[in-house]
């Protein structure tokens, strides 16, 4: 069975600092990998997406991701932090064949941002 | 705007008392689908509909019904309610079209079992 792993349960960054949080999955084969955002009373709002081609995914408000075959990782970037940015952030995959093409999600990762 | 809606948001009920938590979609989109979140856990899906008439089980389905009349609504149906069913609920739709489908979440419903 596909699983995802966040090793981080919570990161503290300041303002302006760079930031990684990790993902890990198992699986089979490459499949679909997504980062989605959660603000406090809020509902998931997808940050970006890799189905295929460059490693390198850019997506909203300035995150990019990696996607690492050898090391079953897609870990998210930022460059510069800012406050708005604290929030819980879910790394999720699905299955690249069959329709039904159930998200998997991991554990969250809560990102607090210090002044 | 595209949009998934769930009402109510916010839900305090006692054990065995039925509920039902609405979701509606203005999408158009084939897929439904029905998360708990909890903390540590992550989301976990409960049911999941591919279309009209057509619903199948998630990963946590235990105490839970759904049902799939129109392809715009997919209610979450809590027969007789348990505690261990406090949770907060998302509702999740997507096109089933290739590469470009996103998933859209809903709002979210908390809800309390005593």
């Known amino acids: 069975a596909q699983s995802v792993t966040q090793p981080d349960i919570h990161i503290t960054v300041s303002e302006g600092a760079s930031l990684e949080l990790r993902c890990n999955y198992s699986y089979g084969a490459t499949p679909y990998l997504f980062w989605y955002v959660q603000s406090p009373g809020q509902g998931l709002q997808l940050l970006l997406k890799?189905?295929?081609?460059?490693?390198l995914v850019q997506g909203i408000k300035g995150f990019e991701a990696e996607f690492k075959r050898s090391q079953s990782s897609f870990n998210l970037r930022k460059p510069s932090v800012h406050w708005s940015d604290a929030a819980e952030y879910f790394c999720?995959?699905?299955?690249?064949?069959?329709?039904?093409?159930?998200?998997?999600f991991g554990s969250g990762t809560q990102l607090t941002v210090l002044p | 705007e595209a949009q998934v809606t769930q009402n109510p948001r916010y839900l305090i009920t006692v054990t065995g008392k039925k509920l039902t938590v609405t979701c509606s979609q203005n999408m158009n989109h084939e897929y439904m689908s029905w998360y708990r979140q909890d903390p540590g856990l992550g989301l976990r899906q409960i049911y999941y509909?591919?279309?009209?008439?057509?619903?199948d089980k998630g990963d946590v389905p235990e105490g839970y019904k759904v049902s799939r009349k129109e392809k715009r609504n997919f209610p979450l149906i809590l027969e007789s309610p348990s505690p261990n069913q406090t949770s907060l609920y998302f509702c999740?739709?997507?096109?089933?079209?290739?590469?470009?489908?996103?998933?859209?979440f809903g709002p979210g419903t908390r809800l309390l079992v005593l």
């Open positions: 999720a995959v699905a299955p690249l064949s069959g329709s039904a093409r159930q998200l998997t």
């Open positions: 999740a739709s997507r096109s089933l079209q290739g590469a470009k489908e996103t998933q859209y």
């Open positions: 509909s591919m279309n009209v008439e057509v619903t």
């Open positions: 890799y189905f295929s081609g460059d490693t």
